[in-house]
């Protein structure tokens, strides 16, 4: 493996594609359909998108070398074939990437704060840079906090585009056109799905890790609580997303949305099912890695979900 190879396996660039399809989706299928309706440009537009959504992906590049780099000792037992510092990259490289992909992001944001209306994106930047560290150092190995702060970091994708449209309450208030309930509304949807659906995903990975996880001390959920009650709580939020979900195809269906209801079904709601199903039966670091993989599908597909927002507006 060269070296830029084993950069990409470390940044995780699946999880960096996610980040970019995420922010990408949303600015293309809701904010721009409802501010293209009241004839106004939002903040971010143009080319001001592509630093905003590379900001955020170097954010999270780093965060994952940092994560990496602190972890490297569970990871030789947890998954000793997917290391890849002191292996291909050397320790003090990934510091430096580190450091040189928080700084960029960093930049990006006093880019777009110069060149908008928004005063708040590079200090933003720096506190997920920060609270990513924070996260890799300590929370990671605590009980539930370093789970919550992963699943809000990556819900934060979302809600900083809407932040960025409504930071300012005196800019809508010129603009009296702009449906901002809506944008609101498709902002509290979408980061809800992202933070309890990745709420799941980080219990059900500690549950794949926990044998490397106790062995250095760490109290995440598994070890603290045990597996069982690990299950339990990863049930229950299930069954409140379904739940969410279904209410949601409900409402779908009185506005006859047909097709969005058709897809929530089979490629959200479905799949969800299947991911309860399988957690009772699971036993081993395989059998929760499947599942940990079926919930990365349902995110993808939750992710596109949004075009049919676009093509419904249109």
């Given at each position: ?54 900001s955020?992906v ?6 994952n ?5 602190f ?8 998954k ?28 990006l ?15 933003a ?7 990513s ?22 819900c ?27 944008l ?23 549950m794949?890790?926990v044998e ?25 939020w ?10 949601l ?28 199903k ?13 599942i ?7 995110m ?8 049919f ?6």
């Amino acid at each position: 493996m060269n070296q830029i190879l084993a950069l990409f396996r470390l940044a995780r660039w699946p999880n960096l594609l996610f980040i970019a399809l995420t922010q990408w989706m949303f600015i293309y299928a809701i904010v721009e359909p409802i501010f293209d309706a009241a004839h106004v440009v939002p903040n971010i537009h143009g080319h001001l998108i592509f630093p905003l959504i590379l900001s955020y992906v170097l954010i999270a590049a780093g965060g994952n070398i940092i994560n990496d780099y602190f972890d490297l000792n569970i990871d030789h037992i947890n998954k000793p074939d997917k290391v890849i510092i002191d292996k291909y990259i050397t320790r003090r490289w990934a510091i430096v990437l580190h450091i040189l992909f928080s700084l960029i992001s960093i930049s990006l944001g006093v880019y777009i704060d110069n060149e908008t209306k928004i005063h708040f994106l590079a200090f933003a930047n720096f506190v997920c840079i920060a609270l990513s560290f924070i996260y890799s150092l300590s929370l990671k190995k605590k009980l539930l906090s370093g789970n919550v702060m992963i699943a809000f970091l990556l819900c934060w994708v979302i809600i900083v585009v809407t932040v960025c449209e409504t930071e300012q309450f005196a800019f809508f208030s010129n603009k009296p056109t702009i449906n901002v309930q809506k944008l609101l509304r498709y902002t509290y949807l979408y980061a809800g799905f992202a933070f309890i659906i990745n709420l799941i995903r980080e219990v059900v990975k500690d549950m794949e890790d926990v044998e490397g996880d106790r062995v250095y001390g760490c109290q995440t959920m598994p070890i603290a609580w045990g597996i069982n009650a690990a299950k339990v709580f990863v049930a229950v939020w299930l069954v409140i997303l379904i739940g969410i979900l279904v209410l949601l195809i409900f409402y779908a269906l009185q506005t006859k949305w047909w097709l969005f209801s058709l897809y929530a079904v089979i490629l959200i709601v479905a799949p969800l099912i299947l991911v309860f199903k399988k957690l009772s039966a699971a036993q081993t670091p395989k059998d929760y890695h499947g599942i940990s993989s079926y919930i990365k599908m349902v995110m993808f597909t939750g992710i596109l979900s949004m075009i049919f927002f676009r093509l419904y507006a249109s």
